[in-house]
């Protein structure tokens, strides 16, 4: 039977036909569909992780313990979990394991492109890349043999197309893995550095047969057509190579690293002129080159910033571009933007008025760094904001009362809480916001340890982040409802003012979440509307200036009450 | 020979599930097909963008410049927006609603005047007022459905029961016979 199917569902579909037991990982773009697909299937254990590194070294548990375990996450969820991503590699595995790293590149939904095929190479781990959804079930499943057979965890590399692409899958039955025997071997496992001097000869010798089967692999393969061009490419590119020239020879590479640079070798001898076709960084190229292999083309004509297309392609290698119509006059840009009713908006309407420096952090309440909040100053990295705040008040204590941290209960949890035994630790006068609304957001409602429930909806104490932040040693911690203007205001207000490391949690929960019920929509009384804006600072979707008036649009409208606090006139009413 | 759609709206307008439902009819009539989405940030009231292509071997997933045979424009000025990645003698299918962008509505940009009347001289244009539309079918969530509605009849190799065992299989029980009168409303304009 064949479904179409998302590439990450497909990935989950091969989790669960590999008899994977064991899933652990940390909700990101592009990736986070393969764990809520996979908690689907009842044989498989599922769960978020509070962070890629706990995931990973989870993962590493279950298969120290004999089952196959997988973990996945963004590209920059890698950097997270490089620690044990690297050393891993040193122990092997006892069940398979898979990393899968999804990655982004022209940024869809993150804050840089970084190219992972550098970590296959710097952590010396064997990767796949899958090219459409059929070969993302098809390299899951045998990625987990590979594991197996060389004694190391895999990694899988997709990027945003292939991810969230659905194209058709063939659906095979659930292969019963079991568990592995468990028999101590501290040689093998207690990376000491005694012990890890031997292994690293055997990461190395390792590399050597992956090497060879890298030559010979049915990953790697080439496609003989008109030899007058020869591409060299994989995954998502080597789709938009296959859709620009139909008939030229193309050397598909299925397991990137290590390269298959002898059957490549082999490939350019055939071919008249050999063009690399990658995206982000040249990888292929150097490597290719390195090994004295002539390149005609490649970095040179593609460029190392953004996604590659067809038109791309097509204009790189000089072919007419098609012809087009424009329509002329400017259209408004169409930026992402904070929901109606969204709990957030508030506090950064607080932020921006008082004029406050503000190091932000990842997640929708990014989005308050746009107009015309515009109420954010940094946005780096996973709990950067507090980490970053307590660095800038260190070095500037003086302006220490007008610069504050913003951060999300799932990020908070996910390394905000380190950056915050920090400030506590080293008692820098810095106050930080955490904007509970209750879920995962901007992934799209994930569950996390604040929630209450798991991934499979069981439900289970929440941490309490009140608690959580007076044990690391923060005296003042207090909690607002995000809705209150005055309140918020006050309390950072007060909280700027005192003299030590504080926390002001401020609580709603996000707007699209099913068990809120929208208020009834606000409207503007004409009469009463004396056109002074006041409304329009908060940046919501659902306020528009019409004929010289605010006009709130009934359908977008929450009824959350923002915009009729601010209206000195008394204009907006329910109703 | 490939055919290219794109959909093009505003983020929560329900894009998505046009795609999915409208790749779930042309599997079921035997075809290759590839969707591309995208998810995350751009979601949150964002300009958004899905792709259908279907053919006897697709490959790429994506639609390129001058290359989509249908834009289904959820939005007025989205269609404009996304003008040329429909090919020469494409057809745009395009609801007549205006959303204003958080940019226009903070007065940093300006929304065009009559976009669609502009639209129609420059391409093949069916313009619909879906909303009025999805209202007159029970809720205006069924925006989406009255345009996969409008483009059936583009795709003459599809019959009406396919469409609408797709909506049977993909919509939630309690939206089906909703989703239904959506759509033949939009098939019989």
Redesign the interface.
């Known amino acids: 039977m064949k479904e179409l199917m998302l590439g990450n569902k497909a990935i989950a579909r091969g989790l669960y036909e590999a008899g994977v037991k064991y899933v652990s990982s940390y909700p990101g773009t592009p990736s986070t569909e393969i764990t809520e697909e996979v908690a689907l299937y009842d044989e498989v254990y599922a769960e978020w992780a509070p962070n890629e590194k706990v995931a990973t070294e989870s993962a590493l548990g279950a298969s120290l313990a004999g089952a196959r375990s997988f973990t996945a996450m963004k590209h920059v969820g890698l950097n997270v979990a490089a620690d044990p991503l690297f050393t891993s590699a040193y122990t092997g595995v006892n069940g398979g394991m898979v990393i899968c790293v999804a990655d982004d590149p022209a940024m869809h939904s993150s804050q840089n492109e970084q190219d992972s095929r550098h970590y296959a190479r710097a952590a010396k781990m064997p990767m796949l890349e899958p090219a459409d959804s059929a070969e993302c079930r098809d390299f899951t499943v045998l990625a987990y043999e590979l594991s197996e057979k060389y004694d190391t965890p895999v990694l899988l590399r997709t990027c945003t197309r292939v991810a969230h692409s659905q194209s058709l899958v063939e659906l095979k039955v659930r292969q019963e893995a079991g568990l592995k025997d468990y028999v101590k071997n501290p040689a093998k496992y207690v990376m000491n550095p005694g012990n890890a001097v031997k292994r690293h000869f055997a990461v190395e010798d390792r590399l050597k047969a992956l090497k060879d089967y890298s030559e010979t692999s049915p990953l790697n393969f080439a496609e003989m057509g008109d030899t007058a061009l020869g591409f060299v490419c994989a995954g998502s590119c080597y789709q938009y190579v296959k859709e620009v020239f139909p008939n030229a020879s193309v050397f598909k590479i299925g397991l990137s690293f290590p390269m298959p640079l002898d059957a490549i070798r082999e490939f350019a001898g055939k071919v008249e002129k050999l063009v690399v076709v990658e995206e982000l960084d040249g990888i292929f190229e150097q490597e290719i080159r390195a090994a004295g292999i002539r390149v005609d083309g490649g970095k040179d004509l593609f460029g190392n910033t953004g996604e590659l297309s067809q038109s791309k392609i097509a204009a790189a290698m000089g072919l007419k571009a098609k012809e087009v119509s424009r329509f002329g006059e400017p259209v408004p840009g169409r930026p992402p933007v904070m929901c109606a009713g969204c709990p957030h908006r508030g506090v950064f309407y607080v932020l921006s008025k008082l004029k406050l420096t503000v190091t932000g952090d990842i997640g929708c309440y990014t989005l308050g760094a746009s107009a015309p909040l515009s109420a954010m100053d940094s946005t780096v990295c996973m709990g950067a904001s507090v980490s970053m705040l307590h660095g800038f008040n260190t070095v500037r204590p003086e302006t220490s009362n007008k610069t504050v941290a913003v951060i999300g209960d799932s990020t908070f949890l996910h390394s905000g809480i380190t950056s915050l035994t920090d400030i506590a630790y080293n008692r820098s006068i810095s106050t930080v916001l955490i904007l509970d609304n209750s879920i995962t957001g901007m992934t799209g409602h994930q569950q996390n340890p604040a929630t209450g429930y798991t991934l499979k909806m069981q439900q289970v104490p929440p941490v309490s982040l009140e608690k959580l932040c007076e044990a690391v040693g923060i005296r003042r911690v207090r909690s607002v409802d995000a809705y209150d203007l005055k309140a918020v205001e006050a309390a950072v207000k007060e909280e700027l003012a005192a003299d030590e490391p504080s926390v002001i949690i401020c609580r709603r929960p996000c707007m699209l979440l099913k068990y809120v019920k929208p208020r009834p929509a606000l409207s503007v009384e004409m009469d009463k509307c004396r056109a002074c804006r006041s409304c329009m600072k908060l940046g919501c979707p659902a306020i528009r200036f019409e004929g010289g008036k605010a006009v709130i649009d009934a359908n977008q409208c929450a009824g959350c009450g923002l915009c009729a606090t601010l209206c000195a006139f008394g204009a907006i009413k329910e109703g | 020979m490939t055919k290219s759609i794109m959909i093009v709206g505003?983020?929560?307008q329900g894009t998505l599930l046009a795609s999915?439902l409208i790749?779930?009819v042309l599997?079921e009539k035997g075809f290759?097909?590839?969707?591309?989405?995208?998810?995350?940030?751009?979601?949150?009231?964002?300009?958004v963008v899905t792709y259908v292509k279907y053919g006897e071997k697709?490959?790429?997933?994506?639609v390129?410049?001058?290359?989509a045979d249908f834009i289904l424009s959820f939005e007025a000025?989205?269609g404009?927006?996304y003008?040329?990645?429909?090919?020469?003698d494409g057809t745009l299918i395009t609801n007549t609603q205006e959303i204003?962008?958080?940019?226009?509505?903070?007065?940093?940009?300006?929304?065009?005047a009559e976009?669609t009347q502009?639209?129609s001289k420059?391409?093949d244009v069916k313009a619909v007022d879906a909303l009025a539309l999805a209202r007159a079918a029970g809720s205006?969530k069924a925006v989406n459905t009255v345009l996969i509605g409008v483009l059936s009849n583009y795709l003459p190799e599809i019959e009406q029961d396919a469409w609408l065992g797709a909506i049977e299989k993909l919509v939630k029980p309690k939206f089906v016979e909703l989703n239904k009168k959506a759509f033949v409303s939009g098939r019989e304009i």
Do not use: F, N, W
Request: hydrophobic share 30%.
């Open positions: 505003v983020g929560g999915r790749g779930h599997v290759d097909v590839k969707l591309s989405e995208v998810h995350g940030m751009s979601q949150r009231g964002g300009s697709v490959y790429s997933p994506i390129d410049k001058g290359e000025v989205e404009a927006r003008l040329e990645m429909l090919k020469k204003y962008p958080i940019t226009v509505i903070t007065g940093g940009a300006s929304y065009p976009p502009k639209l420059l391409c205006e």
